[in-house]
């Protein structure tokens, strides 16, 4: 059973800001409660007050900002993120990542901020933000302050959330021109399951026509194994250049040099640096096949 707590349902942002800071560190906020409910139940964690976030309207609304960026609000549910048309059609990693999150009706539920909070190392939203360069808006009753997403996640289950805070919006630049990217993580299952590893890769890419395509900037970001979503810039120096063959193998073999994982019930780390460099590899070759995908449509255009 759940243990017993107190409810306080704040009609604004303002109000539940205020509440926070008033109660302390025995109060937590609730948004979806797909994650922190069952902390409480089968982990004992320590709660006497959830302060309902989850019909705020200042942590809704997905929208395109004036200078092309994409914005969702922390309570934007993750089946909302995956099936958003403005989404799917100027960010589709962001949808094919949180599309693999539990079941749908876990996200029906469950909130972009809720899963990005819960900072679990095996988020599967986490890896394609950490790679669209996503940054994060933060408030308190004190005040707000913006941060990059590689600053957010700070270990298992911790974030760069202070006291009273809340993770207000989610802001992605808009995509690059030339700008490709791909999402690929491996489990015993589809769905229902929490991945073993994942790999996020995006890449801006230009055509040489006679020499093939050249890499100009790359992002590379890793899921489940290490102790928060990461990125690996050693894969990402070395995407830099002509992308033959040769240059793919060892720039996803140069992921496993950032990557540190663990045993535990769901796979071993061995296997886990066994999937790395392939999950990375795979990653490329579809961001590859998109681009190659794009020139071949825009040419039956022309």
């Known amino acids: 059973m759940i243990p017993e707590f107190n409810l306080v349902e704040p009609k604004d942002l303002a109000s539940a800001l205020a509440a926070l800071e008033e ?21 004992g964690l320590p709660v006497e007050t959830l302060v309902d976030i989850s019909t705020l309207p200042e942590l809704q609304g997905i929208e395109v900002l004036a200078d092309g960026s994409l914005s969702i609000g922390a309570g934007v549910t993750l089946r909302q993120v995956e099936t958003s048309a ?14 693999g ?38 408030v308190s009753a004190a005040g707000s302050r913006t941060i990059p997403i590689d600053s957010f996640f700070l270990g298992v289950g911790k974030t760069a959330l202070g006291h009273g805070e809340l993770l207000k919006r989610v802001t992605v630049p808009p995509m690059k021109p030339g700008m490709v990217a791909a999402f690929v993580a491996w489990g015993p299952r589809n769905a229902m399951d929490i991945d073993v590893a994942s790999a996020a890769v995006s890449l801006v890419l230009t055509d040489g026509l006679t020499d093939g395509l050249t890499c100009t900037e790359a992002r590379v970001a890793l899921g489940a194994v290490a102790a928060m979503p990461i990125r690996a810039p050693l894969a990402e120096t070395f995407l830099h250049g002509k992308l033959g063959e040769e240059r793919i193998r060892k720039a996803a073999d140069e992921a496993l040099g950032n990557a540190c994982p663990i045993d535990d019930v769901r796979s071993t780390s061995e296997f886990r640096c066994r999937l790395v460099p392939v999950l990375v590899r795979r990653a490329i070759k579809q961001a590859i096949a998109r681009s190659q995908a794009a020139d071949a449509d825009k040419g039956q255009g022309d």
């Open 23 to 43: 109660l302390g560190p025995s109060a937590r906020p609730l948004a979806g409660g797909t994650d922190i409910l069952l902390a409480m139940r089968d982990k």
């Open 86 to 99: 403005v989404v799917k059609c100027g960010w589709p990693i962001l949808a094919e990542g949180v599309s």
């Open 101 to 138: 999150i539990g079941s749908m009706q876990v996200r029906n539920r469950g909130t972009l901020g809720g899963n990005l909070c819960n900072a679990s190392p095996a988020s599967d939203s986490a890896p394609p933000l950490l790679v669209l360069n996503a940054s994060m808006e933060m």
